[in-house]
């Protein structure tokens, strides 16, 4: 996104703010001073009111709670997160602050501290804190499992066998879109993969389903399934081309 682009709904957006109030109302020497000279978002930085509405002035007459949080503060301008055909639950909702804190870790796309940008991770116990703040970590805890996650062949769990490695795991996001997915279960239709979109090539089944990425051969999962485990997908290294 340009900002270029969108600045005309950046004015718009506070235009519209009515009562809310004003950045320099907000933070002075006795007030959120913590937050002074401090950027709330990248690039542009909202006034206060952008996202906090106050429309009784209950918060300037002595109310210690803060202005409420308009409702799609974040999607009135990033409205591209939600074109998907399927969203994320708190995307629906756009309860985007679940996930990130505009008064927080600036680095990392508002994202709480540690959560990686890598497509590989070492998996160990805090990985993917931010997941699994909301989803149960069992999901990739057991080799075997009949119940713990729907990604499974027969027993094997799917999960385990892609992302618990402690060399070079897969990512949630080299299959699953962070906001929603034009696929069930918010499977991507394609991942980065270097400079290449790599297809996922996904489709589900009444039992399981298949996916025919860049990275190995089509494969089936099947829950019904009593055959063999299929063989580990190959190392990342020799992954590269196909
Ligand atoms: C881009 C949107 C956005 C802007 C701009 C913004 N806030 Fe917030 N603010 C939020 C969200 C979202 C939360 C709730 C965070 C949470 O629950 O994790 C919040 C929470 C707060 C809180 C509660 C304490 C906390 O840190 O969680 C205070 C106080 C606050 N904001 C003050 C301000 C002030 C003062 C400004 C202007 C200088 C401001 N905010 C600008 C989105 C924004
Ligand atoms: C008034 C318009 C506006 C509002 C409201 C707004 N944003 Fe933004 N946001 C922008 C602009 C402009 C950028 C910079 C875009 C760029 O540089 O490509 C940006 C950048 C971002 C980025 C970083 C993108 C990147 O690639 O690093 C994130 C994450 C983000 N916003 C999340 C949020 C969230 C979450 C909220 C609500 C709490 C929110 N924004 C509210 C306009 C807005
Ligand atoms: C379930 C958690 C979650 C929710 C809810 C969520 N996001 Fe995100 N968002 C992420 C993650 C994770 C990334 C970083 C993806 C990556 O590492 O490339 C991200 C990235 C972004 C970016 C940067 C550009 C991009 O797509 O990578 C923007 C802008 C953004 N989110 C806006 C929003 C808005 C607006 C909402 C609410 C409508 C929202 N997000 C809700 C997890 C979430
Ligand atoms: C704020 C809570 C929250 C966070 C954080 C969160 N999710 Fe979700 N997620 C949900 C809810 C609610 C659902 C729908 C109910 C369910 O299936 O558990 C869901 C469903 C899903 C689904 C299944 C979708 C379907 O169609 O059945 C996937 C896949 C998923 N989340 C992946 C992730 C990933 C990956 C992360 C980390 C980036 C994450 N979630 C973080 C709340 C969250
Ligand atoms: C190799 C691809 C792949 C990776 C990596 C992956 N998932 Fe999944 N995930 C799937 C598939 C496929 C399904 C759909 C299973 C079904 O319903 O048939 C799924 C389903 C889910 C569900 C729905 C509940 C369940 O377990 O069936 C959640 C939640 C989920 N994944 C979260 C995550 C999180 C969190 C991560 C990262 C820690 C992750 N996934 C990594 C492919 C993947």
Known sequence: MKV???????????????????????????????????????????????CHIDTEDKHAKGDKAPPALKGGMCASCHDDVLKYQYLHSPVTA?????????????ERKLLPAGYSDQLFINYDKESYKLCFS???RDLLMFPDTSYSTEFRNGMVNLHYLHVNKTNRGRSCKLCHGMHGADQPKLMADRVSFGNWRMPVGFAKTETGGSCAPGCHEPRLYDRKAKSAPPPPPRAPAAEKTK
């Open 134 to 136: 909301c989803h149960k």
């Open 94 to 106: 756009k309860n985007c602050h679940l996930c990130h804190n505009p008064h927080g870790d600036l």
């Open 4 to 50: 270029v682009k969108i600045l005309p709904i950046i004015l718009a957006a506070l235009l519209l703010a009515g009562h809310s109030v004003a950045r320099a109302a907000c933070v002075t020497a006795d007030c959120h001073a913590g937050l002074a000279g401090k950027s709330i978002h990248p690039g542009e930085t909202p006034d206060c009111g952008a």
